[in-house]
């Protein structure tokens, strides 16, 4: 196991639940570049991401996301979404369906505005929206999402008020060589 | 916009797709650590990792895989899988299909793989196979993937010939507040 500094960053984020401050304009702005920083497949960046600040929206959430209850105003809320008309025009041309290259554009975005979270000394968790059509639909309705948008998750960000705890989960059982 | 070293080595993470040599153990034990730190649904963490170094099974990934026809053996191969069993047990204890989850936990762990290959100074690439079926059962049966087990993606990892260019994808058209 090598480690340096940027490993360590890594292997050590965890989920944080409690906030003392939502993100500064300038925080948001670099944790979104570090989510626009993902790969995608084919190179077609289906994110768009919706910030959520206003408190009544606030409300509004928490209503009906039993995961995100903890949504208030001392954080940002990001909901990351993504545009499913781009693969479903691939998919039409090709014959197969790869529509669901979406969900793994913007997990990777995901993934990666939770690690600029904690690489800023800031918390995020990643709260899910996507399978679940429950949520989806309301989340298409308080945020006026088009058709060809649908919401992957929201995820919660700000200053840490009360540390996660990084969890092991290194497990030797879930590596195979070869074959399965 | 904030700088440091560890925003830093998110936003310059690119793929590499030619390789001078595969990893050596330390390495592949610290790119799965990685892995293996993201966040999961539930804390299911239904990831498992097959490793591929034999050229046998290089060649015959390279006759089904368009997007990976840059394997051999200057390289190590990591097909990301994904038990699907676990989230559809819950999806029918709860009457809400969440089976896709898995996607979501794979996809941010194999973005954790590919920026501890870049925080090492390595190169990787993702290249995609779920949810093109015609490559899913090909590579069930050259892995010997049971039922359970979905193949997500196949990366390419190793020492780095010839750098990727990094991609700049900042849009702000992709952002908006309170609502679409």
Chains 1, 2 share one sequence.
């Not at 500064?24 to 979104?32: A, I, Y």
């Not at 809320?77 to 781009?86: F, M, R």
């Not at 308080?142 to 008020?161: K, Y």
Request: glycine share 4%; charged share 25%; with cysteine.
């Amino acid at each position: 196991m090598i480690h340096n500094e940027k490993i360590d960053m890594i292997l050590s984020r965890k989920s944080v639940r409690r906030f003392s401050a939502a993100l500064s304009d300038e925080e948001l702005e670099t944790l979104l570049h570090a989510a626009m920083s993902a790969p995608t497949a084919m190179d077609y960046q289906p994110w768009h991401f919706v910030v959520v600040n206003d408190n009544a929206t606030k409300e509004n959430l928490r209503s009906f996301l039993p995961y995100a209850k903890m949504i208030n105003e001392n954080c940002t809320g990001i909901v990351v979404c993504g545009d499913i008309s781009l693969y479903e025009e691939v998919s039409k041309r090709d014959g197969e369906d790869n529509t669901l290259y979406w969900v793994e554009d913007c997990s990777a975005a995901s993934e990666n505005l939770l690690l600029a979270a904690h690489a800023l000394g800031l918390g995020a968790v990643w709260t899910g929206i996507f399978p679940l059509e429950s949520r989806i639909s309301k989340l298409r309705e308080t945020l006026a999402l088009p058709e060809n948008i649908v919401p992957l998750n929201l995820i919660l960000a700000g200053h840490v008020l009360s540390e996660g705890r990084v969890k092991d989960k290194w497990d030797t059982s879930k590596i195979h060589y070869e074959k399965f």
